[in-house]
């Protein structure tokens, strides 16, 4: 299913992936892109899906990109922003809070559609994909996308952030609401042990923080301790 992805001509059709995606993309910036957004060299657009494809759960860095695609940072972050505004992809924002300067201010670029990212960097089959390289960055972005989606779906705004410090300290997803903060781990194992090791870090800022999620492979709701949920990924 994380292979396969959420479009709905691919789920309701019996349409071949790599023919829905190949066309998709093509009328995507022939028309939407070359027309509207004045993008003159498709071919380093289409070079330049493909490689931001490959570092889905990345945080950005525009020279990086800029250097491999061979186009200036400024037309990066145009670019990006094309594809945020489509809503082909999503930024997630870094937590920030005015009680520490020691947080890492980057976002982390997901892509909304497994399916169309798995396309475009070129995963064969899900069994391929599930052993590869990227089975992390993948199954975090349909988590997080899915979550995503789930807000959209509901008209509610998503006021989601990823923690990451100078310490290396990380949390993959908080949530907040009002006064209240949710931490929340991807994992791709059944019951992770000490994966919520790092919640303990969002104590110090003014929130009440509140149980925490482990979003993994497990079947079914269980607790890891009285503060932390293991959740299954299949509910989502």
Known sequence: MIYMGGMPRINAYDIKKETYCDNYVRTYIERDIKQLSQVGDTTAFYN?????????????????????????????KHWI????????????????SNLSNRLIKRPKLYFMDTGLCTWLSKWPDANTLQNGAMDG????????????????????????????????????????????????????????????????????F???VKNGLIFSMCDELVPLNRNTWYCPISVL
């Open 48 to 76: 330049f899906m493909i490689y931001i494809a490959a570092r889905t759960a990345q945080e950005i860095d525009y020279t990086s990109i800029s250097r491999a695609i061979g186009v200036s940072s400024p037309t990066i």
């Open 81 to 96: 922003s094309i594809l945020e505004a489509s809503g082909i992809v999503y930024l997630l924002q870094p937590f920030t």
């Open 137 to 204: 960055a993948i199954l975090e972005t349909y988590v997080i996308s899915e979550i995503i989606k789930s807000f959209q779906n509901a008209g509610k705004r998503a006021d989601l952030y990823y923690y990451r410090d100078k310490d290396q300290r990380e949390i993959d997803l908080v949530y907040i609401e009002g006064n209240d903060i949710y931490p929340m781990e991807i994992k791709k194992g059944v019951y992770p042990q000490k994966a919520d090791r790092h919640f303990s870090v969002l104590e110090k």
């Open 206 to 208: 003014q929130f009440n």
